[in-house]
């Protein structure tokens, strides 16, 4: 086992460069320039020495490979620089977005696994009844939804049915606190994008194991376990539930990881300052070093996610780590 | 020559009026308490530093907190021709042919961290501000080039000296970024107040959270007395319009301070009734159409003025200024300043004929003499729906009832940039925005590329550059108002180097218990708070 962890680490160093190179590359592709953006977005006129001054300052003028090999170098030594943007850390600039990111991906993934385990498990043994039918449509209308769409629509649902029972309109807070100091008013705000994340993320992996279980379901050794009279519901928990959570673990782990920087639009929707929306704000900025740090910081979650869920077949399959 | 300034318009009221807090009427008796939310509709600002920065989310967040020199008058800032003092105490003296400007500056203000305000102090960041140092970044120094020196003999004076006599510069000094900081912070560390606020405003800086809000308190020793009627400020960031409007129907804030196209108006009005309260200005921004001299067959003189002719701004207007934010036809001065031409000015030029039939038929004449009766181009635009995407799709529709087929190719700010100032477009939407209205500084963007950088339309016009120069330096208001129809004319009707558009319509919505915040034609101006009383806590 401990061979197979280290191979799999050993793995992630050329992926992690790979990317590197790669984010590096794509940024300077874009036509466009931070410092113009910066002082020309607004309409108004600006200074071009105001444009070289900016340039010098956020070190525009070094040679390519200089920067390539500042940005590489940083990255390893867990120093991903300066916003070009704010001038703040960039770690300071995760920082701050992290916390919401993090607990509308926990609790996401809390209400997608309490949603999508069972009902994917029932719908597989009732395969092809009324339940089932209701499930999988449920399914496929959360994965044919877009989260921001539904979470859009809840807002609105909130605003008139409050305003129709109370007479004036009441929406979630549209600041973030966190919880340790608002617990009642972080929980108003993360509810609604939660929910609506964590419905699609529910439907994903309720037909994952549906599908899992009508799989192992059929597997002789659930057929020898009905044979020798263990009772249904250790054959379904025991036998079956883990061997078919196998597939279901990975996609639960890949949109897990997705979550953390994947809701762009849904966290625009909900005010939320989360790392989807740096994402999207540090691209349009053109702040290469912010960019370039966020598309590390998710290449390196996906990593070590897939180095996870890898271990954990590992553990949950025999054969895997033996072959 | 002091006598000259205030022909020129700018009728200066200073000092004790300033002073005082806002003139409410006997039905407005302003009331002391409570905080105000407000949104910037933006993300978090780049920095906190108005010397560096030009974008609103910088002003919205910080101008509570710093004081300026001069000021729009917030009693009236639609009044394009209106300043007052902020730490100033009186009208500038005037010497030396109009080359000086002498301030006194008051003895009463303090930062909040307690220390005194001199005039050291406006004198160190006004210095930063045109004479940057190596390193530092001052976005609008190109205002000030006319200045040769800013010092402070004592410290209740403050004197600019220019290199020549203009107009220009006192309108300038109201610059809404220009913050006065402390000195001795400033000569240590120039970019200290990129992270930092240390002010003397009427507001306090409490706290700031990164892309989420920002916080302050009263200052109780501010230096207009009975002001800020607010215990305390917080902004929230909220960059999408459709949050802000959820925002203020359900009273999550209490005011936007940019403003919203007729359609969002229109739906809070009605969800909202008299619990909204909206304000509408014209504004000191607007779109311009720039075809680019360096490409055929845009070169020709005939093609761009065909171009212009074929777009009916009288009867567009009404009609777009239902869907966008635009409403009023002007030319290349702000419709509301003295230097803008009348009606009857502007339908002499081409593009601004009464009679729109008459017009389309010279612009296919002139496309057929160029050769180009079939002309098939791209007009660059801006990923900004409001009002950029709206004013393209208008003028693409224009331009086919003269046979001609534009494409909009639609991209986002950087690439948007990298192609004007690359010269790679045909034809381009650009926007002009400015904060004080200052005509003759405004209008430089249609000064040719080799006199000002920030001109894409690549044409060379040493006439036009002359004509400019003249008004410049121009101080009797009489002569400049026919100088700058000289410019315009030239720039329009002669050479239709570039086309001004509508210009931009601001809607700003409230909560009806908010009271004191009057609207002026700038997004930029009149955002330090100070008037702002809410009628419930």
């Not at chain 2, 978090?44 to 910088?58: I, K, L, N, V």
Request: proline share 6%.
């Amino acid at each position: 086992m401990w061979r197979y962890i280290v191979k799999r680490v050993l793995l992630t160093i050329p992926t992690l460069i790979g990317a590197a190179i790669l984010v590096f590359t794509l940024m300077r592709l874009i036509p466009g320039d931070i410092c113009v953006i910066r002082l020309g977005s607004g309409g108004g006129q600006f200074d071009e020495r105001a444009v070289t001054a900016c340039h010098i300052q956020l070190g525009l003028n070094k040679p390519i490979l200089v920067q390539l090999f500042d940005f590489i170098w940083g990255f390893f030594h867990l120093d991903f620089g300066i916003s070009m943007w704010s001038g703040h850390p960039v770690i300071t600039e995760i920082a701050a977005r992290l916390p919401v990111s993090l607990e509308i991906a926990l609790l996401a993934t809390v209400v997608a696994i309490l949603i999508a385990i069972p009902l994917g498990t029932i719908s597989a043994l009732k395969q092809n009844t009324w339940i089932d039918v209701v499930v999988r449509t449920v399914a496929i209308g959360g994965i044919a939804t877009p989260s921001f769409w539904i979470g859009i629509l809840s807002i609105l649902l909130v605003l008139n049915v409050t305003s129709a029972i109370t007479g004036s309109p009441w929406m979630p807070p549209i600041n973030y606190v966190p919880i340790w100091q608002a617990p009642l008013q972080n929980l108003a705000m993360v509810f609604l994008p939660a929910l609506t994340v964590g419905y699609r993320y529910a439907a994903v992996s309720m037909r994952m194991t549906r599908s899992a279980m009508l799989e192992v379901l059929r597997e002789d050794y659930i057929r020898t376990a009905r044979a020798k009279g263990l009772v249904h519901r250790i054959i379904i928990n025991r036998h079956a539930l883990k061997n078919a959570l196998l597939p279901v673990v990975t996609v639960i782990g890949i949109e897990f990881a997705f979550l953390i920087g994947g809701l762009v639009v849904t966290e625009q929707v909900f005010n939320l300052n989360g790392i989807g929306r740096l994402f999207v704000q540090a691209v349009q900025n053109q702040d290469y070093t912010l960019t370039q740090a966020l598309v590390m910081l998710t290449v390196t979650v996906f990593v070590l996610t897939n180095l996870v869920v890898d271990i954990l077949y590992a553990w949950l399959d025999p054969r895997i780590r033996f072959n | 020559m002091r006598r000259t300034l205030l022909a020129v318009g700018f009728a200066v009221a200073l000092g004790a009026a300033a002073a005082l807090p806002s003139a409410a009427t006997a039905q407005e008796k302003p009331q002391y308490g409570g905080v105000l939310t407000y949104l910037i509709p933006a993300e978090a600002p780049p920095s906190f530093d108005g010397h560096r920065e030009s974008t609103y989310a910088t002003v919205h967040s910080v101008a509570p907190y710093y004081s300026v020199l001069m000021r729009v008058d917030p009693e009236d800032p639609a009044n394009t021709t209106k300043f007052v003092c902020d730490l100033c105490t009186a009208l500038p003296t005037i010497s030396d042919g109009g080359k000086t400007y002498t301030f006194k500056i008051r003895t009463d203000a303090k930062f909040h961290d307690g220390s005194p305000l001199t005039a050291k102090d406006v004198a160190a960041s006004w210095h930063e501000i045109i004479f940057p140092r190596p390193g530092v970044l001052s976005a609008r120094q190109n205002w000030y080039e006319l200045v040769s020196s800013v010092e402070a003999p004592d410290d209740t004076t403050v004197v600019f000296k220019l290199k020549y006599s203009t107009s220009t510069f006192l309108p300038s000094l109201a610059d809404p970024y220009a913050f006065i900081y402390p000195a001795r912070i400033l000569e240590k560390d120039p970019h200290w107040f990129e992270k930092n606020v240390l002010g003397s405003g009427p507001f306090k800086f409490v706290s700031y959270q990164i892309g989420q809000e920002i916080k302050g308190e009263k200052n109780k020793d501010y230096y207009h007395k009975g002001l800020p009627y607010l215990d305390g400020i917080i902004g929230i960031y909220a960059p999408k319009q459709a949050v802000q409007i959820d925002a203020l129907r359900a009273d999550r804030a209490a005011i936007e301070f940019r403003g919203y196209p007729p359609s969002a108006i229109n739906q809070m009005k009605q969800e909202l009734g008299d619990k909204i309260v909206i304000k509408s200005s014209d504004w000191n921004c607007g779109n311009l159409i720039t075809p680019n001299a360096r490409r055929k067959p845009f070169d020709d003189v005939r093609v761009r003025k065909a171009l212009l002719l074929a777009i009916d701004q009288w009867h567009g207007a009404p009609a777009l200024a239902k869907i966008a934010d635009v409403r009023t036809v002007g030319g290349i001065v702000f419709p509301g300043s003295p230097l803008a031409a009348t009606k009857a000015e502007l339908q002499k030029m081409a593009g601004f004929w009464p009679d729109i039939e008459k017009s389309r038929a010279e612009a296919r004449k002139l496309l057929k003499e160029a050769g180009q009766e079939h002309l098939h181009f791209t007009l660059l635009n801006r990923n900004v729906d409001q009002p950029y995407k709206y004013v393209g799709t208008w003028l693409i529709s224009e331009w086919a009832k003269i046979g001609v087929t534009a494409t909009q190719r639609v991209v986002p700010t950087g690439p948007w940039f990298q192609a004007m100032r690359s010269g790679d477009f045909d034809v381009v939407v650009e926007a002009n925005c400015n904060s004080i209205v200052n005509p003759v500084l405004d209008v430089q963007k249609y000064l040719p590329h080799d006199v000002f950088g920030e001109n894409y339309g690549g044409y060379s016009d040493p006439t036009e550059a002359k004509i400019y120069d003249e008004m410049l330096h121009e101080t009797d208001f009489a002569k400049q108002r026919v100088l700058m129809r000289k410019f315009e004319t030239r720039i329009i009707d002669t050479e239709a180097h570039e086309f001004p558009m509508l210009w931009w319509y601001r809607n700003v919505p409230f909560r009806s218990y908010v009271h004191g915040w009057k609207i002026g034609p700038s997004h930029y101006i009149n955002q330090d708070l100070s008037d702002i009383w809410l009628s419930k806590h």
